[in-house]
T-cell receptor, first 115, second 109 residues
Framework: DADVTQTPRNRITKTGKRIMLECSQTKGHDRMYWYRQDPGLGLRLIYYSFDVKDINKGEISDGYSVSRQAQAKFSLSLESAIPNQTALYFC??????????????FGPGTRLTVL | GQQLNQSPQSMFIQEGEDVSMNCTSSSIFNTWLWYKQDPGEGPVLLIALYKAGELTSNGRLTAQFGITRKDSFLNISASIPSDVGIYFCANTNAGKSTFGDGTTLTVKP
């Protein structure tokens, strides 16, 4: 079974709709992240959380919000989706107590299309 | 903020050829990481470098941490079709990772 799972894997929605993308992990890691990937632009950080009570904005947080419901769950919401939020979204985790704390473990991604 | 310049943006090579890609920055870093993203999946760590001048191998992959601490190189020897994907360099500061824009590798059989 995958350690980091994302639901849904694909979603098509319309402009103005509210969308929630969910991420769950069984790795027991405290740190969780949401990234957005656009063709040719690599991975850009949207939000990150270092523990259940900690939420931080990344470089492109406008138009997004997050919720850390538990150590294992980190959800990303688009309150009113717009077409330029069409992208591939990745959740990731990391373990600050591990010998090499820099490694990130990614989920399989959610492909979101906003019409 | 930090910016990583990764090149080339894409490569089209014949199976069996060697591949070289690099990543540069204007800032000094203590780590360099290389990830690979297979089509339809999330990135996976290939090699991590933690010391200037360090040269590390993982099978046919070899990566080096530049002596200036501002760059890193990834080489793939004797490429095979499953090497297809996007390769990202990355580094981390205060628990957050910054990624390059990626090098997309296509391998022709």
């Amino acid at each position: 079974d995958a350690d980091v799972t994302q639901t849904p894997r694909n979603r098509i929605t319309k402009t103005g709709k509210r969308i929630m993308l969910e991420c769950s992990q069984t790795k027991g890691h405290d740190r969780m992240y949401w990234y957005r990937q656009d063709p040719g632009l690599g991975l850009r950080l949207i939000y990150y959380s270092f523990d259940v009570k900690d939420i931080n904005k990344g470089e492109i947080s406008d138009g997004y919000s997050v919720s850390r419901q538990a150590q294992a769950k980190f959800s990303l919401s688009l309150e009113s989706a717009i077409p330029n939020q069409t992208a591939l979204y990745f959740c990731a985790t990391s373990d600050p107590s591990a010998p090499h704390t820099d490694t990130q473990y990614f989920g399989p991604g959610t492909r979101l299309t906003v019409l | 903020g930090q910016q990583l310049n990764q090149s080339p943006q894409s490569m089209f090579i014949q199976e069996g050829e060697d591949v070289s890609m690099n990543c540069t920055s204007s800032s000094i870093f203590n780590t360099w990481l290389w990830y690979k993203q297979d089509p339809g999946e999330g990135p996976v760590l290939l090699i991590a470098l933690y010391k200037a001048g360090e040269l590390t191998s993982n099978g046919r992959l070899t990566a080096q941490f530049g002596i200036t601490r501002k760059d890193s190189f990834l080489n793939i020897s004797a490429s095979i079709p499953s090497d297809v994907g996007i390769y990202f360099c990355a580094n981390t500061n205060a628990g957050k990772s910054t990624f390059g824009d990626g090098t997309t590798l296509t391998v022709k059989p």
